[in-house]
């Protein structure tokens, strides 16, 4: 009997877990990671393929996304503070869900007939089909971004109870979903592309995004019903108030001057901007959630960045796939020591032990710098051998791959002759002879890379908790659609870092360069922990 009723009382348990509602945010948030991850390394793919094997329109779409992420951000937190939770959740949703359907339509047409396109309106059509399509992946990011804030830093904290080792607990489970994910949906995406053509990985796409809206759609709203807490919204800032009333006023000024309500209109946008920057700012968590946006200005991630330098390394596919999995295992054990420390040693002082962790494994990428293999060349940047396209041709191509062909040559080869795999593009049949004379530089590099992941996303939960506790209700879209600005911000550097010198022989100075922005950021959390710190502490 005492058998039968534990099974009966697990599967009963079971039951209740499976209905409640953070297994239903669990789901829902894989699947809208799956689709975020998919969606993001397909556009660029597609871009490629649009436009000749040419990275021009892929360039074009991330300065649109991370300048609108930029300028938006406090707008798009400002919206998501000032709607009812399931408004905010199911308009995101269908917002984002859509345009990437309507775009995966209009890729699978121009895909279909694209020379019969280009002959439409002397080719003026193609230009229209680009400019539609990176709208629309832009206006689904800005969506992602909206819907994030919305159920990552504001519904997971209510779902709480605002108990502060449950949360820890959701953000780290939620964490370990986007790792795994972002392994796996890039993956299964570039499968369908190379095993079938680029009209069925749009269909493909196409097909997981309606099945992601409707779950989606259906488990956020079980979870709203479930939850009376969620549709209790706190009332408006006075900052808000002021803004509201002051636009009001704009607005009675404008029917006796008669001047254009766009200009009222935009001066409220800009209003309302400048308040959200400003309630970033006094926030007591401002200097931690700074020094998290310092450590996107970096080369030492899993990005194509540090994969093509691999490459020219003599890197090959294989070995980045297995490294890139390391990457991810070390993210999850990342998410563990989190929580450990967190129970330990408390919220703060994590965030401590898990900067000087991540600042100790960057050491081996600044060793790399200068151990046998580098390519560093300084002399490259001399005067007179930056019109030697960037010092490829007069004798400082060291460990590096040749460039060989015409001015004219495409930037990609042929797709016959590539593998899709992850987020990177791995080329066959690599030139001979060109291996470096040590491999102790590249080994060095990516050992720092891999294990600095432990103590970097632990870092990451760390102030993303900060932020959710510290933060009150009425601004926390706001201050977290601001975060999210200034993470776009940061990035944006570390994409200019590298046009500026974007040999291999330059990688060096970036990745020292990197370090330096790193360990500012950290800097600037010891700041804040040590303020913290200095106040009678009651909480941890």
Not at 229 to 235: C, D, G, Q, R
Not at 254 to 260: D, G, H, K, L, V
Not at 381 to 396: E, F, P, Q, R, Y
Not at 498 to 522: D, E, K, N
Request: net charge positive; hydrophobic share 45%.
């Amino acid at each position: 009997r005492n058998k039968s009723f534990e099974t009966l009382y697990l599967i009963g348990s079971a039951l209740i877990y499976l209905k409640g509602p953070e297994f239903l945010i669990y789901v829902s948030g894989a699947l809208s990671m799956w689709g975020d991850r998919m969606w993001h390394f397909a556009i660029s793919v597609f871009l490629i393929e649009l436009y000749g094997h040419n990275l021009l329109l892929t360039g074009i779409f991330g300065l649109v996304v991370a300048g609108s992420v930029l300028l938006l951000g406090a707008l798009i937190g400002d919206w998501v503070d000032r709607n009812p939770r399931n408004k905010v959740a199911h308009a995101s949703l269908f917002i984002q869900n859509i345009s990437v359907t309507v775009c995966s339509i209009v890729l699978m047409l121009v895909f279909s007939y694209k020379k019969r396109i280009e002959e439409i309106w002397d080719g003026w059509l193609t230009v229209v089909c680009y400019t539609v399509v990176i709208v629309l992946a832009n206006v689904a990011n800005l969506a992602s971004t909206a819907l994030t804030i919305a159920i990552q830093r504001d519904w997971i904290v209510v779902i709480t109870g605002y108990n502060r080792g449950h949360l820890a607990g959701m953000n780290a489970t939620m964490r370990r979903i986007d790792q795994v994910t972002n392994i796996l949906a890039p993956l299964a995406v570039g499968q369908v592309m190379t095993l079938s053509s680029n009209v069925v990985g749009c269909g493909f796409i196409l097909g997981c995004n309606l099945v992601s809206l409707i779950v989606e759609f259906i488990f956020l709203s079980r979870v709203y019903r479930i939850v009376p807490a969620l549709s209790i919204k706190p009332p408006a800032m006075e900052h808000q108030t002021a803004a509201i009333s002051e636009e009001n006023t704009s607005m009675h000024l404008q029917e006796i001057s008669r001047t254009p309500v766009c200009l009222h209109r935009l001066r409220g946008l800009l209003s309302t901007c400048r308040e959200g920057w400003r309630a970033y700012y006094r926030q007591p968590v401002f200097l931690a959630g700074l020094g998290l946006a310092f450590l996107y200005t970096t080369v030492l991630g899993f990005d194509c960045i540090t994969t093509s330098y691999a490459y020219t390394q003599g890197i090959s596919g294989s070995l980045l796939s297995i490294l890139m999995g390391m990457s991810a295992v070390a993210g999850l054990l990342g998410t563990v020591l989190f929580t450990k420390l967190r129970k330990t040693c408390g919220l703060v002082n994590t965030g401590v032990i898990s900067s000087c962790l991540h600042l100790v494994c960057l050491l081996l990428c600044l060793c790399s710098v200068f151990a046998p293999g580098s390519p560093l060349d300084l002399s490259v940047l001399n005067i007179k051998n930056a019109s030697d396209v960037g010092g490829m041709t007069g004798g400082h191509q060291r460990h590096g791959y040749p460039l060989r062909g015409s001015i004219n040559q495409p930037l990609l080869p042929d797709r016959s002759s590539i593998h899709w795999t992850n987020n990177i593009v791995l080329f066959e049949n690599v030139p001979a002879g060109t291996e470096p004379e040590s491999y102790i530089s590249i080994i060095l590099l990516f050992l720092g890379v891999i294990t600095a992941r432990v103590g970097l996303w632990s870092f990451d939960l760390t102030v993303t908790q900060l932020l959710q506790e510290t933060i009150c209700e009425s601004e926390r879209g706001v201050v977290n659609g601001v975060q999210s600005s200034m993470n776009y911000l940061m990035d944006l550097l570390h994409f200019i870092m590298v046009i500026s010198a974007p040999q291999p022989q330059h990688f060096g100075i970036l990745v020292i360069i990197s370090i330096l922005f790193i360990f500012t950021g950290h800097t600037m959390y010891f700041l804040y922990a040590r303020k913290v710190k200095k106040k009678p502490c009651t909480n941890t």
